[in-house]
């Protein structure tokens, strides 16, 4: 029988794991990549490329190495658990080696457009338009993978800020952006408070003479080493604690982070507190910061009204003169333009079923992987969605009805409506109490109205629920009972992408123990001087034995 042939768009992170996806269900890829190289956003380029998103020299990646890794190929224990951009590329660089994969990838190929083919109703395949050197080609595939990312096109939204054509000093997005070296001695303005705005404002500031980072709304700032210099997300992210957020609630879970983020640094001392809770963002994830707002080289402003030729005036009525430079951290858009038709994405939002199908098709033969800001690393996330999507294309799965699919992006649309509402009006008795309901039932986070919350998700909730999807979500009861020192760390501990090659589809049989040495692997780095010390277990023992019939209680009532 004749391999389906599938074409993946994009050589990125989820570009190569929807390779591999493919052909551990016996399909034949064809990877396309219009750059020279794998790594989509990892790979830095001096020059960004248009189309392309771009990081600065600098940048360290946010989520700590096991979890973000792929599920059968552990980052190695030597490498730092938060890597550098060079790291996190040479990583790619080993998977797709390991897996044989670089073969199936053309680079310098330019995808023009994917057309349905007059037989699609029957057929479900695609025409697929490509250039590469000036040549164009015409194929036809069974199916196609979407694995550009969301960090496309940059938002610079310059209609927002009057008097920007008259600034006389530079602006630009930050994804034009490389290095600090050319604002040494200038006052520069950053806009914007993600990710990016904290990042450029922390490191101009060693070069400038004075840096302000302007913000709309102010955010919580979480930094990567948590208690007793364990990656946070390690910390945060396993069952039981997700567990105990869905009992909770989200109150609780607000007050319990605002206290631990505010023995950090005061927010509102330093100007940053918004008027949202914690959980009602995706978090801003920066270690310095407020180091360097303590020192006076950043100052925090809010939202700038207007510009003159050399001046910022703020809607609080402050100005700044003299400003050299204007930086727009303001994020990305995303679009699909060779797609035509088969994906609309309205004001950043897009109806996708699982957040992958269209459903809109009489055949589910296209998927959009990678599609998702979780609270959490992508990679994983995106490798699931292409277990389950080449699932679906080799007809071992199948998706519900378009009605049924249509319903339910229409509720889960819905709740995130709901969610908008409670947190930017707080609502009446009746609302709020169908708001909590929904909360416990469905682990909803309730995030502020913005664009870089549109296709927000929590990590451990759509884990598990790809995983249900796949095959491949472990029984936690039956670990309990025949291997309760696994059930225990995977309880326990964090919810390592790993954990979902232990059973089921693509089963690995490294998975067991790569799981039980998640703590070596997380110390390996760190232990670079030898200190003498004496082990004491006693107690860790002791706590262990007294939460174990909390552990249990949490699994009934989670997961059965």
Same mark, same amino acid.
């Given at each position: 029988?004749?391999?389906k042939r599938i074409a993946v768009i994009g050589g990125g992170a989820s570009g190569l794991s929807s390779i591999k996806c493919c052909l551990e269900e016996g399909l034949e890829p064809v990877c396309f990549e219009r750059t020279h190289d ?104 069974d199916g196609v993978m979407v694995c550009t990312g969301h960090h496309t096109n940059a938002h610079l939204p310059l209609e927002s800020f009057p008097g920007i054509e008259k600034f006389k000093g530079q602006y630009f997005h930050s994804r ?20 990016? #705005?904290?990042? $450029?404002? +922390?490191?101009? =500031?060693?070069?400038? %003479?004075?840096?302000? !980072?302007?913000?709309?709304?102010? /955010? ?8 007793? #210099?364990?990656? $946070?997300? +390690?910390?945060? =992210?396993?069952?039981? %604690?997700?567990?105990? !957020?869905?009992?909770?609630?989200? /109150? ?20 940053? %507190? ?30 700038? %009204? ?255």
């Amino acid at each position: 029988m004749t391999k389906k042939r599938i074409a993946v768009i994009g050589g990125g992170a989820s570009g190569l794991s929807s390779i591999k996806c493919c052909l551990e269900e016996g399909l034949e890829p064809v990877c396309f990549e219009r750059t020279h190289d794998i790594g989509g956003l990892w790979r830095f380029q001096e020059n960004p490329e248009e189309g392309r998103a771009s990081i600065y020299k600098s940048v360290i990646i946010n989520t700590s190495k096991e979890m973000m890794c792929f599920s059968d190929y552990p980052i190695p224990d030597h490498y730092p658990n938060f890597m550098h951009n060079s790291q996190v590329l040479e990583y790619f660089r080993m998977y797709a080696k390991e897996f044989d994969l670089l073969k199936y990838i053309r680079l310098k190929t330019t995808v023009c457009s994917v057309k349905k083919q007059p037989d699609f109703s029957t057929s479900g395949q695609w025409e697929v338009v490509t250039e590469s050197e000036g040549e164009k080609e015409v194929n036809v595939f069974d199916g196609v993978m979407v694995c550009t990312g969301h960090h496309t096109n940059a938002h610079l939204p310059l209609e927002s800020f009057p008097g920007i054509e008259k600034f006389k000093g530079q602006y630009f997005h930050s994804r034009d952006y490389k290095n600090p070296e050319s604002f040494t001695g200038k006052r520069v303005i950053v806009i914007g408070i993600g990710n990016s #705005g904290g990042d $450029l404002a +922390v490191e101009i =500031s060693h070069t400038a %003479k004075q840096v302000f !980072l302007s913000t709309r709304r102010g /955010s919580w700032i979480l930094n990567r080493v948590a208690d007793y #210099g364990y990656p $946070l997300d +390690v910390l945060v =992210s396993s069952r039981f %604690k997700h567990f105990l !957020l869905r009992i909770c609630g989200q /109150s609780l879970a607000n007050n319990f982070w605002e206290k631990k983020m505010n023995q950090r640094f005061d927010h509102e001392m330093f100007g940053l %507190k918004p008027k949202h809770r914690p959980l009602s963002q995706h978090p801003t994830v920066n270690d310095e910061l407020p180091n360097r707002i303590i020192s006076g080289l950043v100052k925090v402003k809010g939202n700038v %009204k207007e510009f003159t030729e050399t001046a910022a005036l703020f809607e609080d009525g402050s100005r700044e003169d003299d400003i050299d430079a204007v930086i727009f951290a303001t994020g990305y858009t995303f679009a699909f333009p060779f797609l035509e038709d088969s994906v609309q994405v309205v004001k950043n939002k897009v109806s996708l079923y699982k957040n992958i199908f269209p459903p809109n098709l009489e055949k589910p033969t296209l998927a959009i992987i990678g599609l998702i800001q979780p609270l959490g690393a992508i990679m994983p996330i995106s490798e699931l969605q292409g277990r389950w999507v080449t699932q679906v294309f080799k007809g071992l799965k199948t998706l519900p009805s378009q009605s049924k699919m249509k319903a339910e992006i229409a509720k889960a649309q819905e709740q995130m409506a709901k969610s908008l509402l409670y947190c930017n009006f707080y609502p009446s008795a009746t609302v709020l109490l169908k708001v909590i309901y929904d909360q416990f039932h469905f682990s909803s986070h309730w995030y502020v109205e913005s664009q870089r919350h549109t296709i927000q998700g929590d990590y451990v909730d759509t884990m598990e629920q790809l995983a249900d999807l796949v095959g491949v979500r472990p029984s936690l009861l039956s670990l309990a009972f025949t291997d309760p020192k696994l059930a225990i760390q995977m309880i326990w501990g964090p919810c390592t992408p790993i954990q979902y090659r232990l059973q089921g589809p693509g089963k690995w049989d490294g998975a067991r123990k790569a799981i039980l040495t998640t703590e070596d692997r997380i110390r390996k780095p760190l232990m670079t001087r030898v200190i003498e010390h004496t082990n004491s277990t006693t107690s860790t023992i002791t706590m262990a034995k007294c939460m174990l019939a909390v552990v249990f209680f949490a699994i009934i009532v989670t997961y059965f």
